[in-house]
């Protein structure tokens, strides 16, 4: 067989390094992009960030005062930027770092006007940089000034109880059981084990009998806060009630009443099966209301309040507002990060006329990280307009004028993918007058109506909760005929649909939201 020679033509697309930083930096979120951004940091010496907190410090004047001073990224250095219009790409003014990028990359004219439209060194006013911002700041009060904060963290419980045992008289014996059943105590307050299971842990050869482990368990429920150590809910409760009993801060009759509840029908008392509760035990409404007021002021986690889990804070990336009669989404400034090329890296590229191949490099990285932040909130701002534009009912009257929307009627209106808008509306939020929501819960599915319309998902949850809210807590209404009430308003849903749209809302089911 004899060997020949074929050309063959074929297409392939291939994501440019850029291109792929960009897609990477759209579906970030805020928290995660600023963890993006830290990295860049660190590792590339041409980039610096503006709104470094570190670049303002405090100091002692002669006359023994406060006062705050500049450092090096905040005090409007020569760095180059843009000023400007409106998508911060028009009126670049190159500088420094501008001279130096071209003579590094020994660029001409045609390469200079790109660099312009690139958008300059840093993010420019449309990321609220103020270009005297640095030189503003000691002129400030030292109360206006912003210092970071050290939050204080809370004892853990463990910490908490080991020093009501240091400070309780009792034999070496008992505090060393004591600690040990201490360690087996979780985050909730609750002792993990059974005491046969405890005794089980201990040496043979200590010899320690039953009643000096059910004595250190006493002593240990003893301690604050009140049901700490107990081995399950109804312990726990009841280790409460009696620290009342012994407070004298409720009715005798309440009080045990509540007692004998916890004692002996807490499932029901869950189950609010309260005809069952009162033919056993004989009371009327009243009765059995005051002791249910009573279980639940008690605490049914007593560990919780030493819980280390530090809340977490939605920081919205779009807000929302009324400007002439308009609703108009503009992007949160706070959250935008204030980038722009070092400018002592800079002179120095621009003495060394692009003989530092690893600079000039590490120049053009950070021009593309700048230049695809900004992007990344142009295109949520075109997003979030765009949604806007579309449940301006929403923002007026609430959830319950929401229209169904899906992810391609965005994308057809601003000329974006259909994947792109989904990596846009993951995990960014917009605030609006009626709470923060992620940029998807604006998305949802449609229901017919009987007029042949539809109804966003969203809307008839709202309409779910509103019935339920304003419904007799003593004849809660049952799925079916939220079925049928919203029926009356055109809104045809089975009695499935609306169970599974209340259990989307943690709405409990009929039985367990009736009230005496």
């Avoid at 201990?202 to 240990?220: H, M, R």
């Avoid at 209404?477 to 809302?505: C, F, N």
Wanted: glycine share 8%; net charge negative.
């Amino acid at each position: 067989m004899k060997p020949s020679l074929q050309l063959k033509l074929s297409q392939h697309l291939a994501l440019t390094p850029q291109l792929q930083q960009s897609i990477r930096l759209l579906q970030l979120s805020t928290l995660e992009l600023n963890q993006e951004l830290e990295t860049a940091l660190a590792d590339n010496p041409l980039l610096e960030r503006l709104d470094d907190p570190l670049d303002v410090y405090a100091r002692i004047a002669p006359n023994g005062g406060l006062e705050s001073a500049a450092g090096p990224a905040g005090d409007g250095g020569e760095a180059g930027g843009f000023d400007g219009g409106d998508n911060g790409h028009d009126g670049a003014t190159p500088g420094a770092a501008d001279g130096a990028e071209r003579e590094a990359a020994g660029s001409d004219a045609d390469h200079s006007s790109d660099w312009e439209r690139d958008g300059g060194d840093r993010l420019g006013d449309d990321f609220g940089l103020d270009r005297g911002s640095g030189s503003s700041s000691g002129d400030r009060d030292d109360d206006e000034r912003s210092y970071p904060q050290i939050a204080a963290s809370a004892g853990s419980l463990r910490d908490h109880l080991m020093s009501q045992l240091a400070s309780t008289q009792c034999s070496p014996q008992d505090r060393a059981l004591v600690t040990i059943l201490i360690d087996e105590v979780n985050q909730d307050g609750y002792l993990g084990l059974e005491l046969a299971e405890f005794a089980t842990l201990l040496p043979e050869e200590l010899d320690i009998d039953p009643q000096s482990i059910s004595g250190a368990l006493k002593l240990l429920q003893s301690f604050d806060p009140p049901g700490v150590g107990a081995r399950n809910v109804a312990e726990c409760l009841m280790l409460q009630l009696n620290e009342i009993q012994h407070a004298s801060t409720s009715p005798p009759e309440a009080l045990g009443l509540a007692r004998t509840l916890v004692a002996d029908h807490l499932a029901e008392l869950a189950s609010r099966d309260f005809s069952k509760i009162k033919r056993a035990l004989r009371c009327n409404d009243d009765q059995l209301r005051a002791a249910q007021a009573l279980i639940r002021s008690l605490n049914p986690r007593p560990g919780s309040a030493f819980s280390s889990d530090a809340p977490t804070y939605v920081v919205p990336d779009v807000l929302v507002k009324r400007i002439d009669g308009n609703w108009q989404a503009v992007l949160n400034r706070d959250v935008m990060p204030k980038l722009r090329i070092n400018d002592m890296y800079a002179q120095i590229l621009k003495r060394n006329r692009g003989g530092n191949a690893g600079l000039s490099g590490q120049l053009q990285e950070a021009r593309w990280l700048i230049k695809n932040v900004q992007q990344r909130f142009d295109t949520i701002l075109r997003v979030a307009q765009a949604i806007v534009d579309r449940q301006r009912a929403f923002f007026s009257h609430g959830a319950v004028a929401m229209r169904p929307l899906v992810l391609r009627e965005i994308a057809d209106s601003i000329g974006l993918h259909e994947s792109t808008v989904s990596r846009v509306t993951t995990q960014k939020f917009m605030l609006t007058p009626f709470g923060t929501f992620e940029l998807k819960y604006f998305f949802g599915s449609h229901v017919a109506t009987d007029s042949g319309g539809a109804a966003s998902s969203t809307a008839i949850r709202e309409l779910i909760k509103q019935l339920i809210q304003a419904e007799d807590a003593r004849s809660p209404l049952s799925d079916s005929h939220i079925a049928e009430m919203l029926g009356e308003q055109g809104i045809m849903v089975a009695r499935r649909t609306v169970a599974k749209y209340r259990e989307g809302l943690r709405i409990p089911a009929v039985a367990q939201r009736k009230a005496l």
